[in-house]
């Protein structure tokens, strides 16, 4: 755990420039995922509870994304088209790329300590456990 969490603390310092320089921020949603989706009767897809929206980062809605799929992370070539629907611009693109793998360090850092700290023992923790080795490696 105390590994887990210096590298963490390491790639999250290291990245902060990336958040310094943040001068674009979108309305967020807070707790995006498909069961909070509704498709109208044209269908549209359109977001429902609406109570943790905020304003901020865009990337942590796109961070949120890959919690809520049959694994913890989704699909690379899907979350970089929900990228290139916020930016065209390559340099902003990989900005939020790497803004999106702090959010979900963070993310995943937190449903750790939560699964954790309540002494759950799930099937997942230990796919959980890889996965943020798996992100750190790739941050750092």
């Not at 905020?54 to 949120?64: I, K, Q, T, V």
Request: with cysteine; proline share 5%.
């Amino acid at each position: 755990m105390k590994d887990i969490f210096g590298k963490l603390s390491t790639i999250l310092q290291n990245c902060q420039s990336l958040f310094n320089t943040l001068s674009t921020f979108t309305l967020n949603h807070g707790d995006f995922h498909p069961g909070n989706l509704i498709a109208t009767p044209r269908q549209q897809l359109v977001p429902i509870d609406w109570e943790r929206a905020h304003f901020g980062d865009p990337a942590f809605d796109l961070a949120l994304i890959n919690w809520h799929g049959q694994d913890p992370i989704v699909n690379p070539a899907l979350q970089a088209r929900a990228i290139a629907l916020y930016t065209q611009c390559p340099a902003e693109q990989v900005a939020l790329q790497k803004r999106v793998i702090c959010w979900s360090l963070v993310r995943l850092f937190n449903d750790y300590l939560y699964l954790t700290s309540n002494g759950l023992k799930v099937d997942k923790l230990a796919h959980f456990e890889e996965t943020t080795a798996m992100l750190l490696n790739a941050a750092g």
